[in-house]
C-alpha cells in the first residue's frame, strides 16, 4: 500500500470526525446531554411555555446527583502501590507516598470531582492526564546580571592563569558585560497535569463499543485566536493563516453550543487533537484548515493516547453508557407537570359570590369586595330576602387522589435512581424501625458500591499515568511530602527513585465521607477485638495513637501519651528502685506491668485520664476490657 501524504491524512482524519458528529446527531447525543443539563439546573420548562400559569420546577435530579457524588467522590483517596517485581518492594512504599501527595498538592481531586459529576449526569465522563512544560521570556535583574558578569570574570581570570599564552586574545570586561542577555527563559511549569475534558468535545470512532476497542479518539480544544497564533508548538506556517472560525463552527455544528457566552468572547479559533490508536501517533490541525499545525507524530506518552473514561450504566453494544438522570426524566418532568397543575387548580379554587347587581349601591358593592373582617354590607333593595341577594358561587372540590398522585411519582423516581428519603435527607412519613431502615441502606449501598468501584478504578487509572508520565518527562529534582512515624518529612528524589513498574489500587472507601458515630462505634470495636492481644503481640501506645487518629480526629495524639523512662537513666535518678527492693512511695513498679488488663488497664499503657477522655467524647461508659 502507497504511504498517504500529509494532505491525505488530513483529510482522512476530518473526514472521520465528520462521520462521528453526523452520527452523534442522528442518534440525538447532544440533544439528550443538553437536556440532562438543563434538568439539573432547574431548566425542566421550555422557553415556548405561556407563561400564564405557574411554572413549579421540583429538581429532584439535582437532589439525586448531590446525593451520589460526596458518596464516592468526596476526600481525597488513599492510594495504594504494590511492586509487581521483588526488588522493587521498598520502593513502592516511596512510590505511594508520592503519589498521594501529588493528589494533593497538585489538587488533583478538582478536576476528578467535575469528571464524577459529568460521570453521573451525561452517563460517562473524561480525564486527560499528560506532562506540562512552559518557558516564559523574563527580564533578568540588575543583581543577577552583576553575579553573571563577575562570574564570567572568574572564569576568564582563571583561564588567563593556566594559559598564559592566551591571555591577550580574551575578550575584555567591556565585551562581557555587552554579551550579557537582558532576558532569559525561565521554566514556569515541568509537572504532570490531570485535567477533566468536556463530553461534547469528545469524538471517538463510531464502531467502537468501547475504549479499549476504539481505533481513534480526536478532542475539540477551543483557545483564543492570538494565543494560538503565538504557539510555539505549532508551525509558524500554519498558525500565521489561522482565523477565527469559532463562530462557524456553532453555526454548522450545535453540539459544541451549550449557551450563548461565545458571542462575549474574543476571537476563538477551534483546533483538533487526533489521537490515531492504531497507527500510535497524533496530530493538531485547525477547523476548516488544509495544513496540520503538528505533523503526525508517534504518541508522546509510554501509556498511548492520554484519556481514561468513567463509564456508568454501560448499554450492551453501544459506545455511550447512560447516566442517573435519563432513566428518570420522564418522571420529573411529569412530577413538575403534577405540581404545576396542583398549583393552578389551587388558584382558581377561590370563594365567588352570586349577587344581584341592583340590591347594593357603591358603598355595599365596596364593602363586599372588602378583606376586612366584621365589615357592615348595607343593601338596597329591602324587598328581596337576604338570601336571595348573595350566595356562594358552587364549585368542584379537586380530588383527593390528584394531591397523591406527586407522591407517587416521588416513590417512583426513588425507587428508579435507588435513592432513599434517608439518604436525601428527609424524614419518611412511615416510620420503620431501625432494622428495616438498615435493609434500605444495605440495597442502596450495593447500588453506590458500583459506583464507588469505578470511581476508585478511575483513580488507579489516573494515578498510574501520572508516576508513568513522570518516569518519561521528569528531569531534575522534586519533592514529596513523606510521613514517617507519624511525622511529615520533605524528600528530595528523581526520577530514578521512581522508576519500576507497580500496580495501583485504591483502598476501599477512602474517597467516601466518613459518619462520626460509626467511625468511633468501629475505633471501639477495634479496642474490643484486639483487647487480649495488647501488650503480647500489639503494642499499646501504638494502638493507641492508631484509635486518636482514625477514630477520634485527633492530630496530635503522642502528647497524649506517657513517655516512659529510660530505665538506665530512671535508675539514676531514684525513680526505679534497684530489683528485689520494694517499689518507692508514690511511683509505678514497671515489673507490674502486664496485659492481662487490656488495652484500658491502668497498666496496659494507656493513662486513665485518657480513658476519661474518651467515655466523654463518646458519651458513654467504654466496657471493661
Request: hydrophobic share 40%; proline share 7%.
Amino acid at each position: 500500500m502507497a504511504r498517504k501524504t500529509r494532505q491525505e491524512k488530513l483529510e482522512g482524519y476530518t473526514d472521520k470526525v465528520e462521520k462521528c458528529k453526523r452520527w452523534r446527531e442522528q442518534e440525538q447525543c447532544e440533544q439528550t446531554w443538553r437536556r440532562l443539563v438543563d434538568m439539573y439546573k432547574g431548566k425542566h420548562w421550555p422557553s415556548t411555555t405561556s407563561t400564564n400559569s405557574d411554572l413549579i420546577a421540583v429538581n429532584l435530579a439535582f437532589s439525586t446527583i448531590n446525593v451520589i457524588a460526596p458518596s464516592v467522590a468526596v476526600n481525597y483517596p488513599k492510594i495504594v502501590v504494590q511492586a509487581t517485581n521483588p526488588e522493587n518492594r521498598d520502593r513502592a512504599a516511596f512510590v505511594e507516598a508520592v503519589a498521594n501527595y501529588l493528589w494533593k498538592h497538585h489538587d488533583f481531586r478538582a478536576p476528578f470531582r467535575r469528571s464524577v459529576k459529568d460521570f453521573l449526569i451525561f452517563g460517562h465522563g473524561w480525564i486527560k492526564v499528560g506532562w506540562k512544560f512552559v518557558e516564559q521570556e523574563e527580564r533578568i535583574s540588575d543583581d543577577e546580571r552583576d553575579g553573571m558578569f563577575e562570574s564570567a570574570m572568574f572564569e576568564l581570570d582563571a583561564f588567563a592563569t593556566e594559559t598564559p599564552d592566551l591571555a591577550g586574545d580574551l575578550p575584555s570586561a567591556g565585551d562581557v558585560a555587552a554579551n550579557i542577555p537582558s532576558t532569559v527563559m525561565r521554566v514556569v511549569e515541568d509537572q504532570p497535569f490531570v485535567e477533566r475534558v468536556s463530553p461534547f468535545d469528545m469524538f471517538v470512532d463510531p464502531a467502537a463499543t468501547c475504549i479499549e476497542d476504539a481505533k481513534w479518539i480526536a478532542q475539540r480544544v477551543t483557545r483564543p485566536l492570538q494565543e494560538a497564533k503565538e504557539d510555539p508548538k505549532y508551525k509558524p506556517s500554519a498558525r500565521r493563516r489561522l482565523s477565527a472560525n469559532a463562530d462557524y463552527n456553532l453555526s454548522q455544528d450545535s453540539s459544541a453550543m451549550l449557551d450563548d457566552r461565545w458571542e462575549f468572547l474574543e476571537d476563538q479559533v477551534v483546533i483538533w487533537e487526533f489521537y490515531d490508536i492504531t497507527a500510535s501517533t497524533v496530530a493538531v490541525y485547525a477547523e476548516g484548515g488544509d495544513e496540520f499545525l503538528v505533523d503526525p507524530v508517534a504518541m508522546p506518552y509510554a501509556y498511548g493516547h492520554p484519556f481514561t473514561m468513567l463509564r456508568n450504566y454501560d448499554v450492551p453494544g453501544q459506545f455511550y453508557p447512560i447516566g442517573d438522570l435519563e432513566s428518570i426524566e420522564s418522571l420529573q418532568l411529569e412530577l413538575d407537570k403534577t405540581r404545576s397543575q396542583l398549583m393552578n387548580d389551587r388558584k382558581r379554587y377561590a370563594r365567588k359570590y352570586l349577587y344581584h347587581e341592583r340590591s347594593f349601591g357603591p358603598e355595599g358593592r365596596e364593602a363586599l369586595e372588602s378583606e376586612e373582617d366584621g365589615r357592615m354590607v348595607p343593601v338596597v333593595d329591602e324587598n328581596r330576602p337576604l338570601n336571595e341577594v348573595v350566595m356562594p358561587m358552587p364549585q368542584v372540590p379537586i380530588s383527593p387522589e390528584i394531591y397523591a398522585y406527586s407522591d407517587i411519582i416521588e416513590q417512583d423516581i426513588n425507587t428508579v435512581s435507588g435513592i432513599s428519603e434517608y439518604a436525601r435527607g428527609a424524614m419518611p412519613e412511615i416510620r420503620r424501625t431501625a432494622t428495616e431502615a438498615s435493609i434500605i441502606a444495605d440495597a442502596q449501598n450495593a447500588r453506590a458500591a458500583d459506583k464507588l468501584a469505578i470511581v476508585e478504578i478511575a483513580i488507579s487509572d489516573v494515578a498510574r499515568r501520572v508516576i508513568q508520565v513522570m518516569q518519561q518527562f521528569m528531569t531534575g529534582e522534586q519533592m514529596a511530602r513523606v510521613t514517617i512515624s507519624g511525622e511529615d518529612m520533605f524528600v528530595n528524589y528523581s526520577r530514578d527513585d521512581i522508576v519500576g513498574e507497580y500496580d495501583f489500587s485504591v483502598q476501599a472507601g477512602s474517597t467516601q465521607p466518613m459518619n462520626e458515630t460509626i467511625r468511633k462505634q468501629q475505633a471501639i470495636s477495634l479496642m474490643n477485638a484486639i483487647s487480649p492481644m495488647v501488650g503480647t503481640v500489639i503494642d499499646p501506645q501504638a494502638l493507641a495513637v492508631h484509635v486518636l487518629e482514625s477514630g477520634f480526629g485527633i492530630k496530635d495524639p503522642e502528647k497524649f501519651l506517657i513517655q516512659a523512662p529510660d530505665e538506665a537513666v530512671a535508675a539514676e535518678e531514684g525513680q526505679v528502685p534497684p530489683e528485689g527492693a520494694p517499689p518507692m512511695p508514690g511511683s509505678v513498679d514497671p515489673r507490674a506491668m502486664s496485659p492481662q488488663g487490656g488495652a484500658f488497664a491502668p497498666t496496659g499503657g494507656i493513662p486513665p485520664e485518657l480513658l476519661a477522655q474518651l467515655q466523654n467524647q463518646m458519651g458513654m461508659d467504654l466496657p471493661a476490657l
